[in-house]
């Protein structure tokens, strides 16, 4: 059975980093094929959003625009693990951070296809970052 399991949040000051794990356990690329690995953010009160995301099959990458340049998402096929630099953080990076997998599906961008819960999507229990300014 697939399990993401997120680490590496915590609490930072303003233009600080931290850097962002997520294990798939059970999930490996050769087997997930046509699947997209991301990170998704939701801070109280508010919806969750998808900040960055790659492609496994080409490694493609794709970013919010709101953390374009300062965050950078990889991954590492022989680990089996995701990872999401944050750089440069701002107080309004805080929230519960999310690791997700989900296949491509025709019509529907990378960030699209990461917000579509179904049973074909993984989920972590996320991890929490506080950005204090």
């Known amino acids: 059975q697939v399990q993401l399991q997120e680490s590496g949040g915590g609490s930072v000051q303003a233009r600080g980093s931290l850097r962002l794990s997520c294990l798939a356990s059970?999930?490996?690329?050769?087997?997930?094929?046509?699947?997209?690995m991301g990170w998704l953010r939701q801070a109280p009160g508010t919806e969750r959003e998808v900040v960055a995301a790659?492609?496994?099959?080409?490694?493609?990458?794709y970013y919010a625009d709101s953390v374009k340049g300062r965050f950078t998402i990889s991954h590492d096929s022989a680990k089996n693990t995701l990872y999401l630099q944050m750089d440069n953080l701002k107080s309004e990076d805080t929230g519960r951070y999310y690791c997700?997998?989900?296949?491509?599906?025709?019509?529907?961008?990378?960030?699209?296809?990461?917000?579509?819960?179904?049973?074909?999507?993984?989920w972590g229990r996320g991890t929490q970052v506080t950005v204090s300014s």
């Open positions: 790659i492609y496994l099959d080409n490694t493609n990458t």
């Open positions: 997700a997998a989900a296949p491509a599906r025709a019509g529907m961008t990378a960030m699209q296809t990461l917000r579509v819960t179904d049973a074909r999507t993984f």
């Open positions: 059970e999930f490996t690329s050769t087997r997930y094929v046509g699947y997209y």
